[in-house]
């Protein structure tokens, strides 16, 4: 009675500033009036007041562009390969629309030569660095938009945000078909291909594939990866490690999520 009583007495008065509010938020979960479930996404509600688009932001250099004069015959490999569902399009360096994947399907249908960009490509909604997430998920809302392009106090292009990056930030990652269950980090997908997380220790790895990948430089599966491709791989690329073709599934502008490995036999003599 005596925590009905002082809840009664914040209410009537109100909290005074966010660490109240908290208090009063934690003692209601103790009490079991909320779930802890509930308490959390309260507390990153209010986190991401706080956050700003350069803070979850994907840098420029680990999206996957297409060019304002491509053809279908040229896309269309790119967003199976990808298997992104909206696409930056750049004429020069300036971004002109977003390409919906969905919107292809219309056009596959169409006559040879008649795909026409500027007919296709969807208005870029343009956020700066700066913007604030809770308004930028209100701003997703109401423009009905999913992806934000984020510029630079000089105009240029900085990242991109999605509206899953921001919801992300309240609900936790949100899993796709990619991902393997919290303890399981290889998962066979089908005959000689397999989902594997970047943070897979390497010795992991070689006992579930049965090699001798060495980790005296790198821990992860995700650090001999990044090193064979010698830079930082955007999603959809590629490379060679071993008898394994590695793509790259899921990543950000800070690590490899995400990997997909497809075992190649190696080429017989003769």
């Known amino acids: 009675m005596s925590w009905l009583r002082h809840?009664?007495?914040l209410l009537k008065r109100g909290p005074r500033n966010r660490d109240q509010l908290m208090t009063?938020?934690?003692q209601a979960?103790?009490?079991g009036i909320l779930s802890p479930d509930i308490l959390k996404m309260i507390e990153s509600v209010l986190r991401i007041s706080g956050m700003q688009a350069r803070d979850v932001m994907v840098a420029a250099s680990q999206m996957i562009m297409i060019p304002h004069d491509?053809?279908?015959?040229?896309?269309?490999?790119i967003v199976i390969e990808s298997g992104h569902s909206r696409f930056p399009v750049m004429e020069g360096?300036?971004?002109?629309?977003?390409?919906?994947?969905?919107?292809l399907l219309t056009c596959r249908t169409a006559e040879p030569g008649a795909f026409k960009m500027q007919e296709v490509m969807?208005?870029?909604?343009?956020?700066?660095q700066s913007k604030r997430l809770d308004i930028l998920l209100r701003d997703f809302r109401i423009k009905r938009n999913h992806?934000?392009?984020?510029v630079d106090e000089y105009g240029h292009v900085a990242g991109f945000v999605t509206l899953e990056d921001v919801l992300e930030e309240i609900v936790g990652e949100i899993e796709d078909e990619y991902d393997t269950d919290e303890e399981d980090d290889i998962r066979k997908r089908a005959e000689n291909v397999f989902f594997v997380r970047g943070t897979t220790p390497i010795q992991d790895f070689n006992a579930y594939f049965g090699t001798e990948l060495r980790d005296d430089e790198f821990d992860t599966i995700g650090g001999l990866v990044l090193k064979a491709f010698g830079h930082f791989p955007a999603r959809g690329e590629t490379t060679r490690l071993?008898?394994?073709?590695?793509?790259v599934l899921q990543s950000d502008s800070r690590r490899l999520h995400m990997l997909e490995v497809k075992r190649q036999h190696p080429k017989k003599n003769g």
Do not use: M, Y
């Open 7 to 9: 809840v009664s007495t």
């Open 24 to 26: 009063l938020l934690r």
């Open 29 to 31: 979960t103790d009490h």
């Open 70 to 77: 491509s053809t279908l015959e040229t896309i269309l490999p």
């Open 93 to 103: 360096q300036e971004v002109a629309g977003i390409l919906l994947a969905k919107d």
């Open 122 to 128: 969807r208005p870029a909604f343009f956020v700066p």
């Open 147 to 150: 992806i934000a392009v984020v």
């Open 242 to 247: 071993g008898n394994f073709r590695i793509k």
